[in-house]
């Protein structure tokens, strides 16, 4: 009786080929997880650093915008001009004629009691301090922009020398020198030259005596 044919391979031998089959997922394997979380993590830190340093760009702005306002308002501080007294009198014009003054009066008397502060115009430096003959004791300041100012009768010297501030107390009224009484007399002198009305010249300045 004839051998019925055989298949090429038993069942077993089937089943073995399907389990060492490698089994697809629809789950991500763990290493892709990782890479995934990884460049997230990649991209939030590149997303931070962006916003960090956008938030330090405009700080630093912020912080130049404010040291040139700050710089500006040294500026306009150091160079603004006041009156040399906060009370006074006024008891002599410039160019006015008498016995007093050997030509013309030169500059502003400013009368006011023995002792009271005088103060600087505007910032400058102090180029003379000493007795000046009819003059008295005087203090001389050459300012920012060049002018020199006097400061003549005092009757004693707050300062000497070195830099001043706008209103900074340099002296004190007196009376020393060609002097009925105690007053500041004041001069003006552009640039170190002939001295001019003070009265007007602080007026330029937008300074009313």
């Known amino acids: 009786m004839p051998h ?41 830190a590149a997303e931070t650093g962006e916003v960090a340093q956008e938030a330090h760009s405009r700080i630093v702005e912020q912080q130049r915008v ?11 501080e150091a160079k603004r ?31 006011a009691p023995s002792g009271t502060e005088v103060r600087s115009l505007s910032s400058g430096e102090i180029i003379f301090a000493g007795y000046d003959g009819p003059y008295g004791n005087k203090i001389v300041i050459r300012h920012w922009d060049g002018t020199e100012t006097w400061y003549c009768h005092l009757s004693a010297f707050v300062l000497r020398s070195g ?12 009376s020393t020198g060609n002097s009925t009484g105690p007053h ?26």
Do not use: C, K
């Open 81 to 111: 001009w006041l009156l040399p007294l906060d009370s006074y009198r006024i008891t002599a014009g410039f160019g006015a004629g008498g016995s007093m003054w050997s030509n013309r009066h030169t500059g502003l008397d400013f009368a």
């Open 163 to 174: 830099e001043v501030a706008p209103g900074e107390v340099i002296g004190r009224v007196g």
């Open 4 to 44: 019925a044919v055989g298949s090429t391979g038993s069942s077993d031998e089937g089943l073995g080929a399907i389990a060492q089959r490698p089994q697809e997922s629809d789950h991500p394997t763990e290493g892709g997880a990782l890479d995934t979380l990884v460049a997230a993590e990649q991209s939030l």
């Open 66 to 76: 404010e040291a040139a306002e700050a710089a500006a308002r040294a500026e306009r």
């Open 184 to 209: 500041l007399h004041l001069e003006v002198h552009p640039d170190g030259g002939d001295p001019v009305n003070p009265r007007s010249w602080l007026e330029e300045q937008g300074v009313s005596v």
